[in-house]
């Protein structure tokens, strides 16, 4: 027996509504456990809790692309000019380095950050660009946003941008 149209098509709503609340509760959720990680001692807890923020990024943009039906050229211009938005674009950027060039994120520099902690150092995000013309937009607004910065803020940054889309809501 078939399902009625009709109702294929409210399951299929429900499913991207339940797809969508869980994406943003995995960034939220991730996004938290580097604040907590930077509060550890452990070398490692850092670079694993922005890799997971990375790739939780990485799959609420893909949702947010798909449903405001853009491809990256078109991303691109819709975030250009907000802080946030190109914030967020050169994180998902550097996810894809992270995947495709096996780059790891986040090093321990031996400078002060603007938050106490109980180590000498701070975690911050390292320079990265990639050489292909296409990501020109995506380096300069790495190197413009994210490199050198302390790894939170601009990962607080991309999530304020991505709460605020229409599509995400």
């Known amino acids: 027996m078939a399902l009625n149209p009709s109702l294929r098509q409210d399951h299929l709503m429900a499913q991207s509504r339940d797809s969508l609340i869980a994406r943003r ?5 991730r996004v938290e456990e580097v604040r907590a990680a930077l509060d550890r001692t452990d070398k490692t807890g850092v670079p694993d809790a922005v890799a997971g ?3 939780a990024l990485y799959d609420l943009w893909e949702y947010w692309q798909r449903r405001a039906a853009l491809v990256m050229n078109q ?3 819709r975030v250009r000019g907000d802080v946030d ?16 060039v096996f780059e790891e994120f ?14 000498y150092g701070v975690w911050r995000w ?12 995506r380096n300069g607004w790495y190197a413009s946003h994210v490199a050198r910065e302390e790894v939170l803020p601009p990962l607080e940054a991309a999530l304020r941008w991505m709460s605020i889309q229409p599509e995400l809501q």
């Open 25 to 29: 509760r995995r960034l939220e959720t």
């Open 126 to 137: 390292q320079d990265y660009s990639d050489s292909e013309p296409r990501f020109a937009a």
């Open 75 to 77: 991303a691109d211009g």
């Open 53 to 55: 923020a990375l790739d």
């Open 85 to 100: 938005g190109e914030t967020a674009a050169a994180l998902v950027h550097a996810r894809g380095a992270k995947t495709h």
């Open 106 to 119: 986040g090093r321990l520099a031996d400078t002060y950050g603007d938050t106490y902690r109980d180590y």
